[in-house]
Nanobody
Framework: QVQLVESGGGLVQTGDSLRLSCTAS????????MAWFRQAPGKEREFVAS????????VHADSVLGRFTISRDSAKNTLYLRMNSLKPEGTAVYYCAASLNYAGSYAYQHYDYWGQGTQVTVSS
């Protein structure tokens, strides 16, 4: 059974940093490209960043470019999202996702497995 479990969310202030983690089990981690999406209340799920199967290529949405960094540790089966200079518009549930066939895709339909999400709230 595939499981993706996110952690590291919380309540922070504008300008703070957080690191989200997503630990995968039940799959061969290096077979999957990974990504982070987020969904704010009343809005559609939004692509944040993705990373290729072996971590040699990463894509970040324009809205987070220069502030967020996606990375992965295959030895730990873990995906990370380092978030710096957080803004109130970053308040959302953050989800990690795994894709067997697509790397760098912005389309949530291309992802095969999803975690339950972790809440990030940025106060102004």
């Amino acid at each position: 059974q595939v499981q993706l479990v996110e952690s590291g969310g919380g309540l922070v202030q504008t300008g703070d940093s957080l690191r989200l983690s997503c630990t995968a089990s039940g799959l061969t981690f290096s077979d999957y490209a990974m990504a982070w999406f987020r969904q704010a209340p009343g809005k559609e799920r939004e692509f944040v960043a993705s990373i290729s199967w072996v971590g040699d290529n990463a894509v970040h949405a324009d809205s987070v470019l220069g502030r967020f960094t996606i990375s992965r540790d295959s030895a730990k089966n873990t995906l990370y999202l380092r978030m710096n200079s957080l803004k109130p518009e970053g308040t959302a549930v953050y989800y990690c996702a795994a894709s067997l066939n697509y790397a760098g895709s912005y389309a949530y339909q291309h992802y095969d497995y999803w975690g339950q999400g972790t809440q990030v709230t940025v106060s102004s």
